[in-house]
């Protein structure tokens, strides 16, 4: 099936520095892409919908500044933590829709020191 | 706003036993039903998906699941768990349009012991 794949897989960084993880869609094009976050013992919260080529809509309640997503081509797409801080510590998931079905990353463990 | 109930946040079941894992859901229209496995590691794998048609879907690694829209209900079955069907399992519904605005359940976390 189709792979989606996520750079770093975990990462720990300062409070004030930025972060971008990447989602990439390995063998297929991804018109749309998501972005989710995860809490502990928490469903999956949709953050933001990535649009190829335009800009990216975001869900009610997250900060567009802070959480900055570019989707320059059809296989890549990415997040970044701006000013990240300790409250930002999360796993953030990508997702990407192919061959009618929603295929997802493995995840990024973010910590904010 | 649609919704996803799954009551169950931990479930332990013996290897070769049945298995159910209830979801409940809360949308006005007819929904868009999914249920997706998270493995530590991995990306959540779609297990089965119901559309339209036939209530009773037949997924992935032996799984099935019934709609049932009077009980507001999808619940994930399977006749004999192996150990390797331990891991986390997640209840989602979607709007019109399949993968847009998908709503997803806290999850029930599935522990098999032999």
């Excluded at chain 1, 770093?8 to 991804?30: H, M, N, W, Y």
Aim: with cysteine; net charge neutral; hydrophobic share 35%.
């Amino acid at each position: 099936g189709a792979v989606v794949s996520q750079h770093p897989s975990r990462v720990i960084c300062k409070s004030g520095t930025s972060v971008k993880i990447e989602c990439r869609s390995l063998d297929f094009q991804a018109t749309t892409m998501f972005w989710y976050r995860q809490f502990p013992k928490k469903s999956l919260m949709l953050m933001a919908t990535s649009n190829e080529g335009s800009k990216a809509t975001y869900e009610q309640g997250v900060e567009k500044d802070k959480f900055l997503i570019n989707h320059a081509s059809l296989t890549l797409s990415t997040l970044t933590v701006t000013s990240a801080h300790p409250e930002d510590s999360s796993f953030y998931i990508c997702s990407a829709i192919g061959s009618d079905e929603q295929f997802f990353g493995p995840g990024t463990r973010l910590t904010v020191l | 706003a649609q919704s996803v109930t799954q009551p169950d946040i931990h479930i332990t079941v013996s290897e070769g036993a049945s298995l159910e894992l209830r979801c409940n859901y809360s949308y006005g229209a007819t929904p868009y039903l999914f249920w997706y496995v998270q493995s530590p590691g991995q990306g959540l794998q779609l297990l089965l998906k119901y559309f339209s048609g036939d209530t009773l879907v037949q997924g992935i690694k032996g799984f099935e699941a019934e709609f049932k829209r009077s009980q507001s209900s999808f619940n994930l079955r399977k006749p004999s768990v192996h150990w390797s069907d331990a891991a986390e399992y997640f209840c989602a519904v979607g709007a019109s349009g399949g993968y847009q605005k998908v709503t997803f359940g806290t999850g029930t976390k599935l522990q098999v012991i032999p």
